[in-house]
Each structure stands twice: as C-alpha cells, then as structure tokens.
C-alpha cells in the first residue's frame, strides 16, 4: 500500500513557476514509477509527465516540455513536478500516481495509488 500527497499547488500569473511535490508512505517507493496528471474542468484526465522508479528517465507530454520538470528523492519519498513559464491552459487539478507497470505509461489504467490533487491557477 502506498499513499501519495500532494502540496504545492496555487495561484500564479501567467509566466510564473509553482514546485508541486508529492510525498508517498511506505518503504517500497523506490520500486514505483511516478507520473503526472492533471485534470482541468469538463476534460478528461491528461498525462503529463513521469519519472522511471530509479530517476534516470522522464517523459512530458509536447504541451510542457521544455517548461515542466519531474525529479525524485527516493531517500525522502517524494516527486517532484517543477512548473515554469505557466500558462493559463495549465490551469487544473494536479495528481501524483504509482505504477508498477513496466515502464513509465501515460495510461491513468495503469496506476495504482494516486494522490487527492491540489489545484493549479494560472491567471492570465
């Protein structure tokens, strides 16, 4: 069993940076990839971006590549989703996700544990 949670989400103008990060309980972190999701009002829930269980690779979605960044300490359990150069289209619930699958899957299916969202505004 795993539980995610997340924090860092706001309220910040176009052009600005949030750091969302996402604490996990257990001791079996490390054996988990990690990816990012976000859900904006009347619209399916989107992959992001995801880290592989050891850090070495990541994957964005085109939409925040170059913009977004996900990292991980598995010493301290918790991911990272650093958001720079906000859009007011980022604007959504923000989730935290483990998966056991075999590589790092856009696919929410393929998840099992998630985190409760913390919401991201960005103004225009």
């Known amino acids: 069993q795993v539980q995610l949670v997340e924090s860092g989400g706001g309220l910040v103008q176009a052009g600005g940076s949030l750091r969302l990060s996402c604490a996990a309980s257990?001791?079996?972190?490390?054996?988990?990839?990690m990816g990012w999701f976000r859900q904006a009002p009347g619209k399916e829930r989107e992959f992001v971006g995801g880290?592989?269980?050891?850090?070495?690779?990541?994957y964005y979605v085109d939409s925040v590549k170059g913009r977004f960044t996900t990292s991980r300490d598995n010493a301290k359990n918790t991911v990272y989703l650093q958001m720079d150069s906000l859009k007011p289209e980022d604007t959504a619930v923000y989730y935290c996700?483990?998966?056991?699958?075999?590589?790092?899957?856009?696919?929410?299916?393929?998840?099992?544990?998630w985190g409760q969202g913390t919401q991201v505004t960005v103004s225009p």
């Open positions: 996700a483990a998966s056991r699958w075999v590589v790092v899957t856009p696919s929410p299916r393929n998840y099992d544990y």
């Open positions: 257990g001791r079996t972190f490390s054996s988990y990839h």
């Open positions: 880290i592989s269980s050891s850090g070495e690779s990541t």
